[in-house]
């Protein structure tokens, strides 16, 4: 079949007008100073220091993810970058995230019509999505996916043309853009069926006889090849980490429904138009919202069985702005501007709203009280964000005073950041399960010693007797305030004598202050 038929344009004669007005990319400009900004008032979520701490241990691979984020990142932690300075790379993939859509909007664009209403609009439609802002201050893997999904969609529409299927420059960008995105998340395997996909529709079986083809397989197989020999060395536990996670528990509609709705609130209606945007290109063009459908399907369907998170998405949302852009585009010349306008100040209202409950903790309306001990207790979702720089520092100290070498948390979530803040300083996660803490510093040895730390967000009772510690000594509290307001604390403890035999359990009375003993806490 010959893409040049079925196509919007040949690739000789696509849009010409690709880049974005002085106006938008004025626009642009400001929301990546905002990311900045906001990236350098706010600490590292859980999930962001946990890759930092990638950089930290280079390797070819890691237990939840493969190695792309953390590599990244080398440079600057091994210069002790501080974090504004790390949260730079996001911002620039963010960035070039929206340029690449901008271009895939226009170059998508029929004849005739106006190309640059269709990039600005697609450009918007990003712009309105509250959760990609978190993703453009954060570097997760998904914010890796994010681009190279938007690339490999770019080179995936100039690949379906007559013609390109002869060059391997060409071929070989395609490999390279497969094996980064293969480094990045392990979910990119859905973007590279996309890519099959589209490529067979435009050309048909012949494809397989095109020599590019086997070349750029081999390439993106050698680029992700040390995701595959470091499983190898560590018995295959990333992969089988994986099955086990995405399996989830048994499928449920409540927990299928809850995560279509909590999909629109985080990406906003104005995305959805590209489903409309969809039907006014070809049949060929339209077949590029595989790179949609498939990752979204599947994770669609994970989240039945409650294993699947907001944020594992984007990507699929990024990749169907290109066709909401074209469809707002239509829909504001047809006049149908006050709903979509109405949307447009609602989105932007969350996206003002977010950032600002980031700063601030949601104080005062989350707890309401004036600071005090009991008033940190109160569940609330971005306490998450602050206090923990200054809790790792403290444990470095109480640390060193007491001549402990090893940070304790009770949960694995509550490791990265002491993990982050208090390195060198070894973290062990005193639960019975394996994770990446597992392969950096061990399980803490039968009758070892540490310095406890518990968090009042996530609060658990003192360890002590056939399933902790023999004795521990309460050391202080740190209290996090935000406006005047509390918003958590940090407890340490000094303990020795770990049996081995770990059962974590939650505080029963969370609104209670932990314990202040004035003597040693000990085994009964």
């Known amino acids: 079949m010959d893409g040049l038929s079925v196509l919007p344009l040949p690739i000789s004669k696509m849009h010409q007008t690709a880049a974005p007005s002085v106006r938008l990319n004025s626009l642009l400009g400001l929301v990546f100073v905002l990311h900045v900004l906001l990236g350098a008032a706010l600490g590292l979520s859980v999930d962001e220091a946990h890759y930092a701490l990638y950089a930290a241990h280079p ?18 932690v091994a210069l002790d970058a501080p974090t504004a ?12 995230t929206v340029l690449l859509v901008h271009r895939l909007a226009v170059q998508l664009e029929a004849p005739g019509r106006s190309p640059e209403q269709a990039g600005f609009w697609a450009v918007a439609a990003l712009l309105l999505a509250p959760l990609l802002h978190i993703l453009g201050i954060g570097l997760l893997p998904d914010t890796l996916l994010m681009f190279w999904s938007a690339a490999l969609m770019l080179q995936t529409l100039r690949m379906m043309q007559s013609g390109q299927l002869q060059k391997p420059g060409q071929w070989l960008l395609l490999g390279a853009l497969l094996g980064l995105a293969g480094l990045s998340k392990y979910t990119a395997v859905f973007t590279a069926a996309a890519v099959a996909l589209c490529l067979l529709s435009a050309h048909g079986l012949r494809l397989l006889r095109q020599p590019g083809l086997w070349l750029a397989t081999v390439l993106a197989l050698l680029l992700v090849s040390p995701v595959a020999i470091w499983n190898a060395q560590s018995h295959w536990v990333s ?4 099955a086990r996670h995405g399996a989830g528990s048994g499928w449920q509609g409540f927990h299928f ?6 999909q629109v609130l985080a990406f906003g209606p104005l995305l959805c138009w590209g489903f409309a945007g969809a039907r006014t290109v070809t049949s060929q063009g339209r ?20 294993s699947s998170l907001p944020h594992w998405t984007a990507p699929a949302w990024v990749v169907l702005a290109p066709f909401a852009g ?12 006050r709903t979509i306008g109405i949307l447009v100040l609602l989105q932007a209202l969350a996206c003002l709203v977010l950032p600002a409950v980031m700063l601030s903790a949601g104080m005062p309306f989350l ?83 540490a310095l406890l730390v518990d968090w009042s967000q996530l609060p658990y009772e003192t360890p002590l007797g056939a399933h902790g510690f023999a004795r521990c000594t309460w050391l202080e509290q740190q209290a996090v305030q935000r406006l005047g307001y509390a918003v958590s604390r940090f407890d340490f403890y000094a303990c020795s004598g770990w049996s081995g035999a770990p059962q974590p359990q939650l505080r029963s009375t969370p609104s209670q202050s932990a314990p202040v003993p004035a003597q040693p806490l000990v085994t009964p």
Request: aromatic share 14%.
């Open 326 to 337: 074209l469809a707002l585009a239509r829909s504001w010349a047809a006049g149908r501007r």
């Open 239 to 242: 992969f089988a980490y994986q």
């Open 367 to 449: 707890a309401g009280k004036a600071a005090s001990a009991a008033s940190s207790d109160a569940p609330n979702p971005f306490a998450d964000l602050h206090g923990w720089d200054a809790a790792g520092q403290r444990a470095k100290a109480l640390a060193a005073a007491h001549g402990l070498d090893a940070v304790a948390v009770q949960n694995w979530t509550l490791a990265s950041r002491i993990g982050w803040y208090a390195r060198p300083l070894k973290v062990h996660v005193l639960e019975d399960r394996f994770d990446q803490f597992d392969l950096w510093a061990g399980k803490l040895p039968v009758g070892g010693s």
């Open 257 to 262: 429904a809850r995560f279509l709705l909590v």
């Open 85 to 96: 300075v790390l949260r730079l790379l996001p911002g620039l993939l963010w960035l070039g």
């Open 287 to 306: 077949v590029l919202l595989a790179f949609f459908v498939i990752p979204f399907a599947v994770l669609a369907f994970l989240s039945g069985g409650g």
């Open 59 to 76: 390797a070819l691979s890691y237990f939840d993810h493969p190695p792309l984020v953390g590599w990244l990142q080398w440079p600057l």
